[in-house]
């Protein structure tokens, strides 16, 4: 009823901003706006992206439904799904999906978190420790990551006095983090079609790569999460919860050798970084930095990404223990499926990036910034409002699907495009997200982590708020640095030392 009533709402507002010039200063704008305000009141990207697509061509159409209906179609969502880039990341995530289905299904991510604790009697540190390295090895989706760590690791925490809450922020803090700044995950994809189609003036891969350094909340929240578990720094909130009692009814997944799961990690990584250089149509140099500086900006990349997609998953199956073939059918068809979601959000993010171009966002945005902020002031003004608009939205891919466009719109001066400004702005609008995500109470991941860890997702908001601080805290700083000049590896490296004095300097809990 109340999605409904939204809807109607929506429909309604843009229509009559259609049809009344006086509404003309908010036109270009209005599409993000009922998106923003969708995902606000419904916690539904999908929801309120395809409702911003909607309102845009309800605009773009003068008022008239059903000429709405046939630019929606004809001219933003089915134009979206042709192009090599657009369906190879359709294909990639459903590979990459099926992938993470049959790694799970095999047990052998739990073997290897037995192995790695040894004796239940192991410290707090020993078992948190290799929660955190599971999870970068995990790095493939962050919300199988969060699922997956979660649950294998309950009883482990449980045995060990480590509450359940704890166990959630090193679930959470890892597994959005490392997917977003992993070359080889089902973000990716999302992610390079974001900076592709809203730049095309820059090498979509090659920007990405750049943009790692100047994506410091993720990667200095990789660094806290082992920092903070070494010197067992809890902030009071997450003092305050206690380690819950080992429940017998518990039974533990099915385990099988490590090496199960080691293989196809290793092959699907080198299959993709082997195979950018046969699709790049040069001379393969696989120990020539310069050839995989070609190979990552060509456009064999797209190609490149499936094909190494399915060399992992061949080995995946081939890896899986024989006695248990028949399980591997349903693991692919249940992992492939749960990125179902995704990809409806994926080709409505396209398609409103679509919009955003028809409406004149882009333009509207470059006139009304003007000279009022500086570029080398702009990485650190999308990261503030990307934050923002994460948290309040609770989606970290609605989130990028609707800053990015506006935020790299702001690069563009005249007919140039200042690329140099590029890489801040991409990785502001990925950490910004991680953010607001990592502090939003209805954000997916962050239910899924609570829920898979055994914990309230209210609880495990307010047990991590402190530590998600500190690390956005830093980022800033590291923005700040980047503003006067100093380059995004060595301002990163300075907030990282910044976050470093701050955690040893605090009261810390002694180490059971």
């Given at each position: 009823m109340r999605n409904g009533l939204v809807g109607i709402g929506v429909l309604a507002a843009s229509w009559l901003i259609a049809l009344f010039p006086v509404f003309a200063e908010i036109v270009p704008f209005w599409p993000a706006i009922v998106a923003f305000a969708v995902i606000l009141l419904t916690r539904n990207a999908a929801a309120g992206l395809g409702a911003g697509v909607v309102a845009g061509c309800l605009i773009l159409a003068k008022g008239a439904p059903i000429e709405a209906a046939r630019l929606a179609l004809e001219d933003h969502v089915f134009p979206e799904l042709t192009g090599t880039w657009h369906i190879s990341a359709l294909v990639f995530t459903l590979l990459l999906g099926s992938f993470a289905g049959i790694l799970e299904t095999s047990g052998g991510f739990t073997s290897l978190l037995k192995k790695m604790l040894g004796s239940s009697a192991k410290p707090q540190r020993r078992v948190l420790g290799s929660v955190y390295g599971l999870g970068l090895l995990c790095f493939f989706d962050g919300l199988a990551n969060s699922m997956l760590m979660g649950r294998i690791s309950r009883q482990a925490v449980d045995r060990t006095g480590i509450s359940r809450e704890k166990l959630a922020w090193v679930v959470d803090s890892t597994s959005s983090p490392v997917a977003c700044v992993a070359f080889i995950s089902t973000w990716i994809a999302f992610q390079l079609t974001l900076i592709g189609d809203n730049?095309?003036?820059?090498?979509?891969?090659?920007?990405?790569?750049?943009?790692?350094?100047?994506?410091?909340y993720c990667l200095l929240t990789l660094f806290l999460v082992p920092l903070a578990i070494f010197r067992h720094w809890e902030p009071g909130p997450m003092r305050r919860y206690r380690a819950s009692e080992v429940s017998a009814t518990e039974v533990s997944a099915a385990t099988t050798e490590p090496w199960r799961v080691l293989v196809p990690l290793a092959v699907l990584a080198l299959s993709i970084m082997v195979s950018l250089q046969i699709w790049s149509g040069n001379e393969i140099r696989l120990f020539s930095l310069d050839a995989w500086r070609e190979a990552a900006s060509s456009n064999g990349t797209p190609m490149a990404l499936v094909g190494g997609a399915l060399a992992g998953l061949t080995a995946a199956w081939a890896c899986f223990p024989p006695a248990r073939r028949r399980e591997v059918g349903p693991a692919m068809l249940q992992g492939a499926a749960g990125l179902l979601p995704a990809l409806v959000i994926l080709i409505l993010a396209w398609s409103l990036g679509s919009v955003f171009e028809a409406s004149g966002a882009a333009a509207r945005i470059q006139t009304l910034l003007g000279n009022q902020i500086a570029l080398p002031w702009l990485p650190l003004t999308v990261f503030g409002v990307t934050s923002l608009t994460a948290f309040a939205t609770g989606s970290s891919w609605g989130t990028m699907a609707l800053i990015m466009p506006l935020a790299l719109s702001a690069l563009t001066l005249g007919e140039s495009t200042e690329l140099a400004f590029a890489p801040g702005v991409i990785g502001a609008v990925f950490g910004g997200a991680v953010f607001g995500d990592h502090c939003s109470p209805f954000s997916d991941t962050t239910v899924v982590s609570a829920m898979a860890a055994g914990c309230r997702p209210i609880d495990h908001?307010?047990?991590?708020?402190?530590?998600?601080?500190?690390?956005?805290?830093?980022?800033?700083?590291?923005?700040?640095?980047?503003?006067?000049?100093?380059?995004a590896i060595l301002a990163t490296l300075s907030a990282g030392s910044l976050l470093t004095i701050f955690v040893l300097t605090q009261t810390c809990d002694r180490v059971h």
């Amino acid at each position: 009823m109340r999605n409904g009533l939204v809807g109607i709402g929506v429909l309604a507002a843009s229509w009559l901003i259609a049809l009344f010039p006086v509404f003309a200063e908010i036109v270009p704008f209005w599409p993000a706006i009922v998106a923003f305000a969708v995902i606000l009141l419904t916690r539904n990207a999908a929801a309120g992206l395809g409702a911003g697509v909607v309102a845009g061509c309800l605009i773009l159409a003068k008022g008239a439904p059903i000429e709405a209906a046939r630019l929606a179609l004809e001219d933003h969502v089915f134009p979206e799904l042709t192009g090599t880039w657009h369906i190879s990341a359709l294909v990639f995530t459903l590979l990459l999906g099926s992938f993470a289905g049959i790694l799970e299904t095999s047990g052998g991510f739990t073997s290897l978190l037995k192995k790695m604790l040894g004796s239940s009697a192991k410290p707090q540190r020993r078992v948190l420790g290799s929660v955190y390295g599971l999870g970068l090895l995990c790095f493939f989706d962050g919300l199988a990551n969060s699922m997956l760590m979660g649950r294998i690791s309950r009883q482990a925490v449980d045995r060990t006095g480590i509450s359940r809450e704890k166990l959630a922020w090193v679930v959470d803090s890892t597994s959005s983090p490392v997917a977003c700044v992993a070359f080889i995950s089902t973000w990716i994809a999302f992610q390079l079609t974001l900076i592709g189609d809203n730049l095309p003036g820059g090498e979509a891969y090659q920007l990405y790569f750049q943009s790692i350094p100047a994506n410091p909340y993720c990667l200095l929240t990789l660094f806290l999460v082992p920092l903070a578990i070494f010197r067992h720094w809890e902030p009071g909130p997450m003092r305050r919860y206690r380690a819950s009692e080992v429940s017998a009814t518990e039974v533990s997944a099915a385990t099988t050798e490590p090496w199960r799961v080691l293989v196809p990690l290793a092959v699907l990584a080198l299959s993709i970084m082997v195979s950018l250089q046969i699709w790049s149509g040069n001379e393969i140099r696989l120990f020539s930095l310069d050839a995989w500086r070609e190979a990552a900006s060509s456009n064999g990349t797209p190609m490149a990404l499936v094909g190494g997609a399915l060399a992992g998953l061949t080995a995946a199956w081939a890896c899986f223990p024989p006695a248990r073939r028949r399980e591997v059918g349903p693991a692919m068809l249940q992992g492939a499926a749960g990125l179902l979601p995704a990809l409806v959000i994926l080709i409505l993010a396209w398609s409103l990036g679509s919009v955003f171009e028809a409406s004149g966002a882009a333009a509207r945005i470059q006139t009304l910034l003007g000279n009022q902020i500086a570029l080398p002031w702009l990485p650190l003004t999308v990261f503030g409002v990307t934050s923002l608009t994460a948290f309040a939205t609770g989606s970290s891919w609605g989130t990028m699907a609707l800053i990015m466009p506006l935020a790299l719109s702001a690069l563009t001066l005249g007919e140039s495009t200042e690329l140099a400004f590029a890489p801040g702005v991409i990785g502001a609008v990925f950490g910004g997200a991680v953010f607001g995500d990592h502090c939003s109470p209805f954000s997916d991941t962050t239910v899924v982590s609570a829920m898979a860890a055994g914990c309230r997702p209210i609880d495990h908001v307010i047990s991590q708020l402190p530590y998600a601080l500190a690390a956005a805290l830093a980022a800033a700083a590291a923005y700040l640095l980047m503003a006067t000049g100093l380059s995004a590896i060595l301002a990163t490296l300075s907030a990282g030392s910044l976050l470093t004095i701050f955690v040893l300097t605090q009261t810390c809990d002694r180490v059971h």
